[in-house]
C-alpha cells in the first residue's frame, strides 16, 4: 500500500488525534480490501486502527469507542451480525454508527444488520468513491443530531418537498398533495433521515407497530401510490433491491 504519510503525521501517536479528526475502525478479514480502504480513508483525513476479526474489533473498539466503524460482515470466527448484535447491546457502544460491508448475495444479512442498527453498507465490490460517500453521510447525519433526537414532528424542507407533521400537511414546489395517514407516515418516516436505507420490516413497525399483519408488498404498494401523488418528488424514493427504500440525499 503506498505510503503518503509525511514524517511529522507518522511521529504523532495513533491513539492521540487532532479532535476534529473522526476516528475509525475498519474492520475487514481481506487483508488486501483492509488496506485499499485503510488507505483511501486515511488520505480522506480520518484516523483509521483495523482489525482483521470481530473478536479483535470489540477488544479495539470497547477500549476506545471510535467515532464510526466499518464492518466486514463475512468474518471468521465471530461474524459481522455478531459484533453489530454486540456493539448495539451494549450501552457504551450502541450509539456508534457503523457502516456494513458485504457482498451482494447477503441481501438478507443486509436487512438483519439494518434492523440491528447498522446505519447503511456498501456492497463489494465497492468503488472507494462509494464508500467515501457512504462514511461521510452518516457521520454528517450524526453530527446534525439525525439519529439522536427523534424529530418526529419538526417540518421537514427537502429540495421542492415540504412536509408539515403538525398540519398533516405535505407540499411539493408548494401544491398541497392528499395522502393517506399511511402515505403521510411513510413518507414522513423515509424523509426524516435522507439517505438512509430503510427495510420493509423497519418501515412496517414504525408505521403499523410491530406486531402487524402487513406483508413486505404492501409497503411496496404504498410506495408506488406515493410517488406517483409526489409526481416529481417521488423520483426520491429511491428502492434498494432486495433491502429496501431510502429518500435520495
Ligand atoms: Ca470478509
Known amino acids: 500500500m503506498p505510503n503518503t504519510a509525511p514524517a511529522h503525521a507518522k511521529a504523532r501517536k495513533k491513539s492521540d488525534p487532532p479532535p476534529s479528526r473522526a476516528r475509525l475502525v475498519v474492520v475487514e478479514d481481506e487483508q488486501d480490501l483492509q488496506d485499499l480502504m485503510r488507505y483511501h480513508l486515511e488520505r480522506e483525513g480520518y484516523a483509521v486502527t483495523s482489525a ?3 473478536d479483535r474489533a470489540l477488544k479495539i473498539i470497547r477500549a476506545e469507542p471510535p467515532d464510526l466503524i466499518v464492518l466486514d460482515l463475512m468474518l471468521p470466527g465471530m461474524d459481522g451480525l455478531e459484533v453489530c448484535r454486540a456493539l448495539k447491546a451494549d450501552a457504551a457502544t450502541a450509539g456508534i454508527p457503523i457502516v ?4 451482494k448475495s ?4 443486509i436487512v438483519t444488520g439494518l434492523e440491528l442498527g447498522a446505519d447503511d453498507y ?3 465490490p465497492f468503488s472507494p468513491r462509494v464508500l467515501l460517500a457512504r462514511v461521510r453521510a452518516v457521520l454528517r447525519r450524526r453530527s446534525a443530531g439525525g439519529d439522536a433526537a427523534e424529530p418526529d414532528d419538526a417540518d421537514i424542507t427537502i429540495r421542492n418537498l415540504v412536509i408539515r407533521p403538525e398540519r398533516h400537511e405535505v407540499l411539493v414546489q408548494g ?3 392528499d395522502l393517506t395517514a399511511t402515505e403521510f407516515r411513510l413518507l414522513q418516516l423515509l424523509a426524516s433521515k435522507p439517505g438512509r436505507v430503510f427495510p420493509r420490516q423497519q418501515i412496517i413497525e414504525t408505521i403499523h407497530g410491530k406486531f402487524a399483519a402487513v406483508t413486505d408488498r404492501s409497503v411496496d404498494v404504498q410506495v408506488v401510490m406515493l410517488r406517483r401523488k409526489l409526481e416529481e418528488a417521488g423520483q426520491d424514493i429511491q428502492t434498494v433491491r432486495g433491502v429496501g427504500y431510502r429518500f435520495r440525499e
Do not use: F, N, Q, Y
Open 100 to 103: 456494513m460491508v458485504t457482498a
Open 175 to 177: 401544491r398541497p398533495v
Open 52 to 54: 482483521l476479526s470481530g
Open 122 to 124: 456498501v456492497a463489494k
Open 106 to 109: 447477503e441481501e438478507a444479512d
